[in-house]
C-alpha cells in the first residue's frame, strides 16, 4: 500500500527521530495566505511565518513549540474598513496517544480542562494545522479602526423626550436630584 503524500509542514510520527527535536519553518507563499485567508474569513494575510521544532516528549509523545509571526487584514467592527494587525505567538501542542485521554460516555456530563495544549496523537502531526489555527486564535476578536467612533445613538416616538447614554448611568437620577436640591436653594 503506497505512503500517503504528505503537504509542507505535516509529518509522519514514524519518520520523526525518538532522539532529537526536528525542525519546520514554514512561510507560505502569496497563493498558500489568500487560501489561508479564505479559510479564515479574512480580507488578507500579508505575512506568515511558523517557525519551531517537534520533539520526543515521554515515552511516546511528542511536544510542538514554535512561534508564529503575521501581520493579518480584518474588517473594523464599527466601519469596516481593513485594520492592519501584527501577531507574534508563542505556540505549544502536546500530542500523545489517544488512550491516555478519558473515555466519555456520548451525552455525559464532563468538564472541560484547563489544558487545552493536548491533543490525540495521530499517524501524522501537522505544523500547517497547528498554525492555522494558532492563528486563528489569536486574532483580535473586535479589531478598530484608529479613526472609528461609535457616536450616540438617540431614539424616541414622536413627543417623548429621547433618552440618551448619559441619562442611563448609574448616578444620572442622583445628579438630577443634585441640581433640582441646588436650584431650590
Do not use: H
Not at 515521554?58 to 511536544?63: D, E, K, L, V, Y
Not at 472609528?148 to 417623548?160: I, M, N, P, S, T
Amino acid at each position: 500500500m503506497p505512503q500517503e503524500v504528505l503537504k509542507p509542514g505535516e509529518y509522519r510520527v514514524s519518520d520523526l527521530s525518538s532522539r532529537r527535536e526536528t525542525a519546520f519553518d514554514l512561510q507560505p507563499d502569496a497563493d498558500m495566505r489568500a487560501a489561508i485567508a479564505r479559510q479564515l474569513d479574512l480580507p488578507g494575510v500579508k505575512k506568515l511565518r511558523f517557525t519551531g521544532e517537534i520533539s520526543p516528549s515521554g515515552a511516546r509523545g511528542w511536544t510542538l513549540t514554535a512561534k508564529l509571526g503575521a501581520t493579518v487584514v480584518q474588517p473594523c467592527v464599527v466601519t469596516l474598513d481593513p485594520v492592519t494587525t501584527r501577531i507574534d505567538e508563542p505556540v505549544e501542542r502536546r500530542y500523545v496517544p489517544e488512550e491516555y485521554f478519558d473515555d466519555v460516555e456520548a451525552g455525559a456530563e464532563m468538564e472541560m480542562p484547563e489544558d487545552t495544549s493536548t491533543e490525540p496523537l495521530g499517524a501524522i502531526i501537522s505544523a500547517y494545522d497547528a498554525m492555522v489555527e494558532s492563528l486563528l486564535l489569536a486574532l483580535p476578536l473586535y479589531p478598530r479602526s484608529e479613526n472609528a467612533e461609535l457616536g450616540e445613538a438617540v431614539f424616541a416616538e414622536d413627543g417623548v423626550a429621547p433618552l440618551k447614554d448619559e441619562d442611563t448611568k448609574p448616578f444620572a437620577g442622583l445628579a438630577a436630584l443634585r441640581d433640582q436640591f441646588d436650584e431650590k436653594s
